[in-house]
């Protein structure tokens, strides 16, 4: 056992030297002097990333996002979140005491992206079923698909929600042993897969979709499908941040994205930092800049696509990929497998949440409507999948006939 400990000894300080934050974290968290048997049960899992040099890649393209704060993080059995809805003004990380306040985190965007909410929802079900592992088996069971079920309902349009609580469920539910407490470890230690798996898929998303990206282009994004909205180095920001890694001279315009300002607050500003060339625009700028031809390439996320290949994204994806369509510029949509929902046939299944009216009406703090204006204010559109040109996801990029390819991918 000695050697084997020694062993993973040096394989933390390998992880620590490429400033793996996320991974150097795990080890931290399963170092204790109770958890050894799972550190060396899960050595030969972090042993096999750093042989395929998986490690290598994350940390060429950490090393261009080395000044963007952890989305999350989770420390000796404590969730501490990135207030995201303080950026870029200000970063502040909340310790998250309870799963209601996880699930007003989620609400409230403190923590947002599709990938992100999923890796949130996991470890915040252990946040609410922590206490309660003194329970019998039967009644901690009940505890926690209550809590599951409750976190579910923070936001309905993003799959990875569900489908993060649904794993974590899944555990439960097939638990063969009678001890609450050891199904709240396995429980953790399926959140922490969660959240590694997470870091994984966007540096295999970006990967896939990085040689779409040649120099001299404009790429153009829309809202936050960045780091900040994942774990890892984002979905439709990895190829980019791999292009620039590789030396690639490329141009990103980063739509404002309204209501909320997601591309102005957080994607240009995480650019930014990162030493990306990011020129930001309002959104009613897009139509003229395309026909200036600077753009050449579109890359956005999604939060939900669809089994015929419909994509949910924040509200003005659509009318993006209408003029993307009218110029003929290509439209690629970036998603993990958890970002697709076979289960529903057409995007116009798909439950659209509606905000505040206030996030429309004030602009910030200053109310720049009316009194008593009525207001819409749908977060999500879904664009159709005939705009879409392929979606870039960890097996490759699928092109249409989409219903058919992604049958074949993912079932």
Same mark, same amino acid.
């Given at each position: 056992?000695?050697?084997?400990?020694?062993?993973?000894?040096?394989?933390?300080?390998?992880?620590?030297?490429?400033?793996?934050?996320?991974?150097?974290?795990?080890?931290?968290?399963?170092?204790?002097?109770?958890?050894?048997?799972?550190?060396?049960?899960?050595?030969?899992?972090?042993?096999?990333?750093?042989?395929?040099?998986?490690?290598?890649?994350?940390?060429?393209?950490?090393?261009?996002?080395?000044?963007?704060?952890?989305?999350?993080?989770?420390?000796?059995?404590?969730?501490?979140?990135?207030?995201?809805?303080?950026?870029?003004?200000?970063?502040?990380?909340?310790?998250?005491?309870?799963?209601?306040?996880?699930?007003?985190?989620?609400?409230?965007?403190?923590?947002?992206?599709?990938?992100?909410?999923?890796?949130?929802?996991?470890?915040?079900?252990?946040?609410?079923?922590?206490?309660?592992?003194?329970?019998?088996?039967?009644?901690?069971?009940?505890?926690?698909?209550?809590?599951?079920?409750?976190?579910?309902?923070?936001?309905?349009?993003?799959?990875?929600?569900?489908?993060?609580?649904?794993?974590?469920?899944?555990?439960?539910?097939?638990?063969?042993?009678?001890?609450?407490?050891?199904?709240?470890?396995?429980?953790?230690?399926?959140?922490?897969?969660?959240?590694?798996?997470?870091?994984?898929?966007?540096?295999?998303?970006?990967?896939?979709?990085?040689?779409?990206?040649?120099?001299?282009?404009?790429?153009?994004?829309?809202?936050?499908?960045?780091?900040?909205?994942?774990?890892?180095?984002?979905?439709?920001?990895?190829?980019?941040? #791999? &292009?620039?890694?590789? $030396?690639?001279? !490329?141009? *990103?315009?980063?739509?404002?994205?309204?209501?909320? %300002?997601?591309? =102005?607050?957080?994607?240009?500003?995480?650019?930014?930092?990162?030493?990306?060339?990011?020129?930001?625009?309002?959104?009613?700028?897009?139509?003229?800049?395309?026909?200036?031809?600077?753009?050449?390439?579109?890359?956005?996320?999604?939060?939900?696509?669809?089994?015929?290949?419909?994509?949910?994204?924040?509200?003005?994806?659509?009318?993006?990929?209408? #003029? &993307?369509?009218?110029? $003929?510029?290509? !439209?690629? *949509?970036?998603?993990?497998?958890?970002?697709?929902? %076979?289960?529903? =046939?057409?995007?116009?299944?798909?439950?659209?949440?509606?905000?505040?009216?206030?996030?429309?009406?004030?602009?910030?703090?200053?109310?720049?409507?009316?009194?008593?204006?009525?207001?819409?204010?749908?977060?999500?559109?879904?664009?159709?999948?005939?705009?879409?040109?392929?979606?870039?996801?960890?097996?490759?990029?699928?092109?249409?006939?989409?219903?058919?390819?992604?049958?074949?991918?993912?079932?």
């Amino acid at each position: 056992m000695r050697n084997t400990v020694i062993e993973a000894l040096i394989v933390a300080i390998i992880i620590l030297k490429k400033r793996n934050n996320i991974l150097f974290l795990l080890y931290l968290h399963l170092s204790g002097v109770n958890r050894i048997l799972i550190l060396i049960n899960r050595l030969e899992l972090i042993k096999d990333i750093v042989e395929k040099n998986q490690l290598s890649e994350q940390d060429s393209a950490v090393s261009g996002t080395s000044g963007i704060p952890q989305t999350l993080r989770w420390s000796a059995g404590e969730l501490y979140l990135l207030d995201q809805t303080k950026l870029p003004l200000e970063v502040v990380e909340e310790k998250q005491e309870s799963v209601e306040q996880v699930w007003h985190s989620i609400k409230q965007l403190k923590v947002r992206g599709a990938p992100a909410i999923g890796v949130a929802a996991a470890y915040g079900l252990l946040i609410g079923v922590r206490e309660q592992t003194g329970m019998n088996l039967s009644e901690y069971l009940q505890e926690v698909e209550n809590k599951a079920a409750y976190l579910d309902s923070a936001r309905p349009t993003a799959v990875n929600l569900k489908w993060a609580l649904n794993r974590m469920l899944a555990i439960a539910k097939t638990f063969s042993g009678n001890d609450s407490r050891e199904l709240y470890k396995q429980l953790e230690e399926e959140a922490i897969r969660i959240h590694e798996e997470d870091v994984q898929l966007c540096l295999k998303m970006g990967g896939n979709g990085v040689s779409l990206i040649n120099e001299g282009m404009g790429v153009l994004t829309h809202c936050n499908a960045g780091a900040l909205a994942t774990t890892g180095i984002g979905t439709a920001t990895s190829p980019m941040y #791999l &292009a620039h890694q590789n $030396g690639v001279q !490329f141009r *990103v315009y980063a739509d404002e994205t309204r209501p909320l %300002l997601q591309g =102005a607050r957080l994607t240009s500003w995480e650019l930014k930092k990162s030493g990306l060339d990011v020129t930001l625009l309002t959104d009613n700028m897009a139509a003229h800049i395309m026909s200036q031809g600077l753009i050449d390439l579109v890359i956005t996320g999604t939060d939900r696509v669809v089994a015929n290949g419909d994509v949910a994204n924040k509200i003005g994806t659509h009318g993006v990929a209408i #003029l &993307a369509k009218h110029f $003929g510029i290509p !439209f690629y *949509v970036a998603c993990p497998y958890s970002t697709i929902d %076979l289960n529903t =046939a057409e995007g116009k299944d798909i439950v659209i949440e509606e905000r505040e009216a206030e996030e429309v009406s004030h602009f910030g703090l200053r109310r720049t409507a009316p009194e008593e204006m009525k207001v819409r204010n749908p977060a999500f559109d879904v664009t159709p999948h005939e705009l879409v040109t392929g979606l870039i996801t960890e097996k490759g990029i699928i092109r249409a006939p989409f219903a058919e390819n992604l049958r074949k991918e993912y079932l």
